[in-house]
């Protein structure tokens, strides 16, 4: 074992190789910082660029910017309040809010630390891992997501001002999900008769509605720059390292969590972070949603932990873990790389070079990130009558530009008019974002619990322990009255 | 001088009907490739980036730019409605030659049979460009499983569970009509995301089995996890499952039409597509590139590593089609049943 980390360390730090690291962590910076590409996008046109590339080169290439497209959308998140990809939905309500008060470049280096060392956890725990990760994986089946996805949910009643604006809001978010076939049966709900609500509400289309052009539309009406014009300030990038450190337990936290939730099967990219940011929300006494560090620092700390659990199911099984997983699975196949058992055993080397690279790729970012904080939280101090049309341009064309349908359009458009109606009666849109999110994989992962267990899949022993987190979760503040985080 | 006159006429004659039975095939072969130089191919790939439909059009794309010189081919991913959108913008689009896509072939059979009113296709009117691949269908069980042959699964003390992932999907029509014919009981377990969640749950011992490709299955099957029960077809054709037994084998001539059926609409697999009005000569440069194009070695070294191929011609692939639907009419009851 030490023999193939060796091997596989001595791979990672062959020039070349590093080379296509850096390039493939600016290439997919690009990706994630633009709203509507996203890793599987960037993995499946980038692939062809590996074609005269060997085995070593082209894994890393692609892990590396497979890692940079995250914290690329964490930039966008803070910065102009659109994330970049469905992995930084989170983000955005407390980096955003950030950016407002003035602390950009903080929130910059946090979500660019939290990131770099969620990165090195999952890493870590992968590789610690390794001679149990079958047993890991068969454990969790739909009960256990079932379980993990309401954890999430729980978040709802704690957004916002109010209780009851909060369950509002989610409701929204729930009913909005449940648009297109039902999973089980395949009935079709509220398709209003077009083909292109089949597949339910795209999820980046209404992401983009709700924050970019509800923020650009805000932000003519109130005019000046995003950042209040009072402070000229942009937070100081170190104080965003060091936040990290300072809610450390937090970090480890949520980076298990972004783990765990990489080993569940069907479990998409935007799931991890809220049920990160939740978590955070729930147990930490905070100004969450008004410029909360911790906000950042949740759910970027999960985003690329989550990484090193999709590796999980893919290095145990050969099957993909994640949508991107199954682009570089091609990638991988493609340069004679067999990804299963072999890389536990004969090509064990090769799975040290990918953990190393992730690794290398994410402190990479994360380096690039706090160099350029300063510079690009300078954004904020552009006057809204240039800063919002050029938004309100890339919102329409990444939302079009994806799949190249013009409905994808009309819901940006609609849901950036929820979001305004949300905003002014002061409803949450993080809410609804939670609900529309988990919305599905909570009844999929229902409907599947109970036609292969029935009700008895509640006494499975990991859904029992996920159920008490929930319950304690949900009976922390009135018990404990949210004092004692001891983090704040 | 008769003679000669005789053998000038007869000579004539020859030639007359060599003209006649070559005029029409000359007509076929006519090719306007000179309309191609600087335009622009659409692919239309109706699943997202990074899926199988997309890979094949991905590694297509530069060699028919290459068998069909000076042309730029775009693929474009028109995602939704389990491919409906994609395969309805294909057929609506423009018959100039200039748009091609790769469908979802048994699926669209289907739906069309079904006549699903979100179908507003007709694949009898499209262009048949030709097949890139069609797949053998298994049943597929975990190696620890105690099942080892169909009759075990027959003999079973309980109702044996399998995996889908949706009411109305590929899998979930394949898992109807396969053990309808073996005459066995059996309950779904439907809702899995795709082929991975579904493969995973069947891993964890959550359900018996579950049918797909051999493709989808290959991976976990070769590292040991999963072994194959049966496949859906007619003869042991498949040189990468030839030790498993075929339905036919299975069931007997009895079922032999029904399994027919079942196996010509399986076969009709991602054809390539053009939409209805397609002038012969444009099709047929469309339909020599492909064939170029599967012939190529660069591409059969791409295929070697990432997805396998089973090129048809297009004209094959039409006549796939005509046998595709005719057999799926016959089993419309039967399908239409499952679906209650």
Sequence with gaps: MLDAALQGLLMAAEPGVLLYVAFGTVLGLIFGVIPGLNGPIALALLTPLTYKMDAASAMAFLLATYGAVSYGGSVSAILIGVPGTGENVATCFDGYEMTKKGEAGRALAASATASGLGAIVGVVVLIALLPVLRGIVLSFGPPEVLMISLWGLTAIAALGGSIQRGLISGGIGLLLATVGFEPVSGTLRYALGTIYLYDGINLTAALIGLFAVTESISLVAKGGTIQRPDIRAIGSVLEGVKDVFRHWFLFVRCSIIGLIVGIMPGVGGAVGNIIAYSHALQTTKGNYGTGDVRGVIAPESSVNSKEGGDLIPTIAFGVPGAASMAILLNAFYLHGLNPGKELLTTKLSYTFLMAFTLLVGNILSSLFGLSFARLLSKIALVRASVLAPLILVFSFLGSYGVNGRIGDVAVTFLFGLLGLWLKKYDYVRAAVVIGLVLGEIIERSYHLSIQTFGWSFLLRPLTLILLAFTILTLLYPVIWGKEKEGEA | ?340
């Design chain 2, 1 to 340: 001088m008769i003679t000669s006159h005789y053998k000038i006429s007869l000579l004539l004659a020859g030639l007359l009907s060599l003209a006649l039975t070559l005029l029409p095939s000359a007509e076929a072969q006519e090719k306007d490739y000179a309309f191609y130089k600087g335009k622009v191919i659409e692919f239309v790939v109706p699943y997202a980036v990074g899926g199988g439909f997309d890979a094949y059009a991905r590694g297509l794309k530069p060699h028919l730019e290459n068998y069909i010189p000076g042309t730029t081919v775009v693929i474009r991913n028109m995602t939704g409605g389990g491919g409906l959108t994609g395969t309805n913008q294909l057929y609506r689009s423009k018959g100039d030659g200039l748009t091609v896509g790769i469908i979802n072939g048994a699926g669209m059979v289907l739906n069309q049979i079904l006549g699903a009113k979100e179908a507003l296709y007709d694949l009898n009117k499209m262009g048949w460009v030709g097949r890139v691949y069609a797949d053998t269908h298994v049943l597929a069980v975990p190696s620890k499983s105690p099942f080892r042959t169909a009759q075990d699964l027959k003999n079973a003390k309980r109702t044996i569970v399998m995996a889908q992932t949706g009411k109305g999907s590929d899998d979930f029509f394949l898992t109807y009509l396969a053990f309808k014919a073996l005459g066995i009981p059996h309950r779904n377990i439907i809702g899995f995301q795709g082929a991975p969640e579904a493969i995973m749950a069947v891993l964890r011992g959550e359900e018996d089995g579950f049918m797909d490709s051999y493709s989808t299955l290959e991976k976990v099957i070769k590292e040991g996890e999963m072994r194959v029960i049966f496949q859906v077809s007619l003869a042991r054709d498949d040189p990468r499952i030839k030790d498993s037994p075929t339905l036919l084998e299975l069931v007997g001539e009895d079922a032999g039409e029904m399994i027919t059926g079942i196996s010509s609409v399986f076969a009709f697999e991602r054809p390539i597509a053009a939409p209805p009005g397609v002038s012969p000569a444009r099709l047929n440069v469309l339909r020599e590139a492909l064939w170029a194009s599967l012939q190529d070695p660069g591409m059969i070294e791409w295929s070697k590593k990432v997805r396998p191929i089973l090129p048809l011609r297009g004209e094959e692939t039409e006549k796939l089609l005509r046998q595709a639907l005719a057999a799926g009419n016959k089993l419309k009851p039967l399908l239409e049943d499952s679906l209650k």
